[in-house]
């Protein structure tokens, strides 16, 4: 009893460190994301990535949807799910972290950066393409991927259907390159339905509130 004991305490720091070094949004996990047809979620779907069997033959998963429809929170709980079974993880907002990548190349710590990124087993990019990247985030995107491509998984979430990657990439060449390394080996998810905040919203609201 004392060995079990001393091996799930073990088990559970680990994952308390996995957690915190994946800087989740929120709290998400599969066995809590909303699954139905009209959603264009099923549970079966969603036990199978729950295996995390992607990640193990680093393939991607894509996440399209509205705003407000849940690719975040999807996003995070594949974090998270990819923590539990052992895998490091990191979710990261596109905007923000071109903006890391832009401050790192100044102070020169670009390189340390980039390998850092790839050693993630599990890299969550949020709000992909959710506004038209410079000439040097696209290249700084692309070395991401390359870094990563055959190795380990990538997590997309945006509100651009991959068929207009292209054309919201500008730069044909590097929109190949980038849509080569993403798609091809990606399980692709896209949410339909309205938007979860204000399903939520409904729930909680008080019903003697009018």
Known sequence: MLIDREWQERDNRRLSRLLRSAKLPVEAS???????????????????LATCSWVRAAQNVIVVDKTGCGKSYLGAALAQAACRRGHRALYARVPRLANELAIARGDGSYASTLARLAKVEVLVLDDFLLTSLKETERRDLLEILEDRYGRTSTVI?????????HEQ???????????????????????????MRKKKGMETKDPKVD
């Open 157 to 165: 979430a945006s509100q651009v259907p991959t068929k207009n990657w």
């Open 169 to 195: 990439l500008a730069d044909p060449t590097i929109a190949d390159a980038i849509c080569d390394r993403l798609v091809h080996n990606a399980h692709v998810v896209v949410l339909t339905g309205g938007s």
């Open 30 to 48: 599969l066995e809590d994301v909303w699954c139905e047809p009209s959603r264009g979620l099923n549970k079966p779907q969603v036990r199978e």
